[in-house]
């Protein structure tokens, strides 16, 4: 089932300018859902947790990246209407909140930096007739004005649908009596020694227990105009872009507000169940949680 939340009567106003939510939907691959998507007062927000790669989880919930998403979020909607103009300015209290929080929580030590519950996320605020933006890690924002073409915010393309795991899988898959459920079960040290390196430099950044590095963090704002839609989703509902290419940003966009999230999502799921060994589209996971919000500037009534 997809938790799905309508917008109806739903409005961020600020001035004269509103964004309005249409729809935000989620759904996990398996039993646990680790990413998170909501909104509240002017802001907007995705949260996708790192799927958990230690021997067992480091604190008493479902899974350790499902903790971690849902405390973001949680505090998210708690500060919503008081976050900073210049969204970067507030990591310091989320990292100190969730840090001490996972303090309180983890009933062991963990084995390495690797075990670190850490989340990529994206989130949005309206400011004026601008849109501020925070991101950390492979989270993805779409922006599109009328008429115009569709610009991309958050993970570079050329790293979307980690690209270097299904660079790493191609070739590994291209050796003699490769077969691709021992490739995947043999990422686990990969993983493990790409996650040492998260809020490290050189490595790269999420939301975890300790503050990314600047080098890791994308703000800045957005102008608005009038009819301007917006897409922010999560990287494993990007994949029906950066993975199997069934999309252009463009059509990813006009197909999702003519369609809806959830149909999207079938699609997705139909589209990984159809490769579910990942030979034509190498990957780490069969299916990954998927979410997106849907979003519309226009005026607000006095």
Not at 145 to 171: F, I, K, M
Request: contains cysteine; aromatic residues 6%; charged residues 25%.
């Amino acid at each position: 089932m997809t938790p799905t939340f309508p917008a109806e009567g739903f409005t961020v106003t600020d001035n004269v300018v509103q964004l309005a939510v249409h729809e935000a939907a989620t759904r996990p691959a398996g039993p646990v859902n680790d990413d998170v998507v909501g909104y509240a007062s002017k802001a907007a927000w995705v949260i996708d947790g790192a799927t958990d790669i230690g021997d067992e989880p480091l604190v008493d919930a479902r899974s350790d990246a499902a903790w971690r998403a849902r405390t973001i979020g949680d505090w998210l909607t708690a500060r919503a209407g008081v976050l900073p103009s210049d969204l970067d300015e507030m990591i310091p209290s989320l990292t100190k909140h969730v840090a001490q929080d996972f303090t309180r929580r983890c009933y062991r030590t963990p084995a390495g930096r690797f075990e670190h519950p850490s989340a990529s996320g994206f989130i949005i605020r309206l400011e004026g007739e601008e849109l501020g933006y925070l991101a950390v890690g492979d989270c993805t924002l779409l922006v599109q004005a009328p008429g115009r073409a569709v610009n991309r915010y958050g993970v570079a393309e050329d790293e979307a649908g980690d690209a270097w795991l299904a660079q790493h899988l191609s070739e590994a898959a291209a050796a003699p009596n490769s077969n691709a459920t021992d490739l995947r079960a043999g990422l686990l040290p990969v993983l493990r020694q790409a996650r040492d390196r998260m809020n490290l430099s050189p490595g790269y950044g999420v939301f975890p227990i300790t503050p990314p590095p600047s080098d890791y963090v994308l703000s800045g704002r957005i102008p608005l105009e009038l009819g301007t839609r917006i897409l922010l989703a999560s990287d494993g509902f990007m994949r029906l872009v950066d993975v199997f290419n069934l999309f252009t940003l463009d059509a990813l966009i006009h197909e999702t507000f003519h369609r809806g999230v959830p149909v999207m999502i079938d699609i997705l799921r139909g589209t990984e169940q159809s490769d579910a060994a990942c030979r034509r589209f190498p990957r780490a996971k069969r299916s990954d949680d998927a979410s997106a919000l849907l979003a519309t500037v226009g005026l607000a009534s006095r």
